[in-house]
């Protein structure tokens, strides 16, 4: 290795005083709870039981999670909010981003009419749709008995519980995808359309060949964001069924919630929360190996 | 060409962007028509849709309900504060990992954004301790810390593209003229950055302002609640009082409203060009 200069020296050492916030905040308030985190998953720990001197049981916890349905269920339950929404938001933001890629006189109201829903928190999201599923003054049982069908029951039964919910997440989360593949839409040059239009390519072959072939680092970049939120699915569904109909539709970050916060089991739902950390090390690690294929994004 | 099947593209265009914003607004404008209706038109049915009779009643329960400028003083302090410290952070890594000659400077990332993109829910149960160990549970610094690691991937990310939009030679034409380094960060960098750290300030304020979860388990007392965790308290035990609610939600969206109506330039072409190159 090549001596550095002292300029160079100088320089590097500048460089890990600047990196040295972030590293301090990190170790902080992410690195020492990760910590923290793990040694508590193998340790019983309820707060009502004061008298236990947080006893290290081993891997008694994780035993216990996969004897419990309760797990299985909500883990089920968020890997199918992850398998709908996410595809959805990006189906449903690609439709918005190409509406939005047009050459409008005036700007601002498709502008804020994708900058709203990203910028609305989720549980003001949850707390709307919960409302327009309400069943008698809802407007969406309102609409369908309006064109001749009947009403339903969304939010006390399982599955319309879950498809509105579904439906909440989509919209809520799709302006995200929308602003994300917007910007895919406008680096794509003019010039090949022009030389498409010249060749008499149809304008669903142009989409076919050119945009989305295009885009395709963009879709990439609004689907692992996306993946990462529905991981986590928490907001929507508590305002909106609050799990429910029963626990039926749970998430995993719900069954978290209850068992740390209202059933004060530190240790159990520090295991279940390292659980998730892995099922969503999985499903992200997935994506990555995509993109180790850029060479850009190699080791050197 | 003369299909007259199809709109004129003029009218395709206005069409397109109709679309677009009405599914945007949709949703805050049945909230805000909600709010104006008095409890008895809410109970017709069929459903109407403009209040026949606008009222303010539900806006004045609002304030008397809860405290909701406690809420959105507590939102407002705890995202400044948050993004102040996001940003600062993010900047400075973000800089020392573009110009600063470091080892292996994409391991440094790769590792710093591993460890910020640890799911929050599951920092959710140790952080309550940490919290609750330094008395710090109910104050808003349980919040601002995990909040400024929650936007710093998306910060240090846009920031990055941004520095290296800076021309190398500009840095060294002030160095040459007698600046040193970190004068030539503060006089020549940090100027032509502005308009990324003002994105990155953005995107990291409205992720403060949304969270729920953290919120929700590191500040159970009601002075101490957050806009979207206070937002929740209006529905009682049993009852769904959706004319206040509504109301509440109106208060609470207008001042996302004011931020992206003036910054809406700036967030747009901030994705562009960060989320892109990241």
């Known amino acids: ?300 | 060409m003369a299909t007259g099947a199809f709109p004129s593209p003029r009218k395709m265009t206005l069409i397109a962007g109709a679309i677009v914003a009405i599914n945007g607004f949709f949703p805050a404008v049945w909230i805000l028509f909600t709010s104006l209706k008095t409890e008895s038109e809410l109970m017709r049915l069929p459903i109407t849709i403009w209040p026949h009779a606008p009222t303010l009643a539900n806006y004045s329960r609002v304030f008397t309900d809860q405290p909701i400028f406690t809420f959105m003083w507590n939102s407002v302090v705890v995202a400044t504060l948050s993004t102040l410290l996001c940003v600062t952070v993010s900047a400075l890594a973000a800089y020392a990992l573009v110009r600063l000659r470091l080892p292996k400077p994409n391991l440094i990332l790769s590792a710093l954004l591993a460890v910020a993109m640890f799911p929050l829910i599951s920092l959710m149960v140790p952080l309550f301790t940490v919290m609750r160990d330094l008395n710090l549970l109910n104050t808003w610094w349980a919040l601002v810390f995990p909040y400024a690691v929650l936007s710093m991937p998306v910060c240090t990310l846009v920031l990055m593209s941004f520095f290296q939009d800076i021309p190398r030679d500009l840095e060294n034409a002030a160095m040459i003229d007698g600046c040193t380094r970190t004068g030539a960060l503060w006089h020549v960098v940090l100027p032509l950055t502005a308009p990324g750290v003002f994105t990155a300030g953005i995107l990291a304020f409205v992720n403060a302002w949304d969270e729920f979860l953290l919120a929700l388990t590191l500040s159970p007392r009601v002075l101490s609640r957050t806009l979207p965790v206070g937002i929740t308290l209006y529905q009682g035990e049993f009852s769904f009082p959706w004319p206040i609610i509504s109301a509440a939600l109106i208060v609470a969206i207008v001042p996302i409203c004011i931020i992206i109506a003036v910054f809406q330039e700036r967030v747009v072409g901030g994705l562009t060009s960060g989320g892109m190159k990241g």
Not at chain 1, 45 to 65: I, R
Not at chain 1, 98 to 120: C, E, M, S, Y
Not at chain 1, 235 to 245: L, N
Request: proline share 6%.
């Open chain 1, 1 to 300: 290795m090549a001596r550095l200069s002292p300029l160079e020296a100088s320089e590097r050492r500048l460089g890990y005083l600047m990196l040295a916030p972030a590293v301090i905040l990190l170790l902080v308030t992410a690195l020492y709870p990760i910590a923290a985190l793990i040694r508590e998953s193998f340790s019983h720990n309820v707060l009502t039981e004061p008298w236990m001197a947080k006893p290290w049981v081993g891997l008694d916890n994780f035993a216990k999670a996969m004897g419990d349905p309760r797990f299985w269920e909500a883990s089920a339950n968020t890997l199918l909010y992850v398998i709908v929404t996410v595809p959805g938001a990006v189906a449903m933001g690609l439709g918005l981003a190409l509406l939005a890629n047009q050459p409008f006189r005036i700007k601002w109201p498709v502008r804020l009419g994708l900058l709203l829903p990203w910028a609305l928190p989720l549980v003001f999201a949850g707390l709307i749709f919960r409302w327009f599923f309400e069943f008698q003054q809802g407007l969406v049982n309102n609409a369908l008995l309006f064109v001749g069908l009947s009403p339903v029951n969304w939010l006390t039964r399982e599955t319309p519980a879950f498809i509105a919910i579904c439906i909440a997440i989509i919209w809520k989360t799709s302006s995200f995808a929308a602003l994300v593949l917007l910007a895919g839409l406008q680096t794509i040059p003019k010039s090949l359309y022009e030389a498409a239009e010249v060749d008499g390519a149809s304008k669903w072959r142009q989409f076919l060949e050119i945009t989305l072939p295009m885009l395709m680092p963009a879709i990439f970049v609004a689907l692992i964001f996306r993946t990462i939120t529905a991981i986590q699915t928490f907001d929507i569904p508590k305002a909106m069924t609050d799990g429910g109909p029963g626990k039926s539709n749970e998430t995993l970050a719900m069954y978290i919630h209850s068992t740390t916060i209202d059933a004060l089991d530190f240790g159990y739902g520090s295991t279940l929360a390292v659980l998730m950390f892995v099922l969503s090390a999985v499903l992200t690690s997935f994506y990555l190996r995509h993109t180790r294929r850029d060479p850009s994004g190699g080791r050197h």
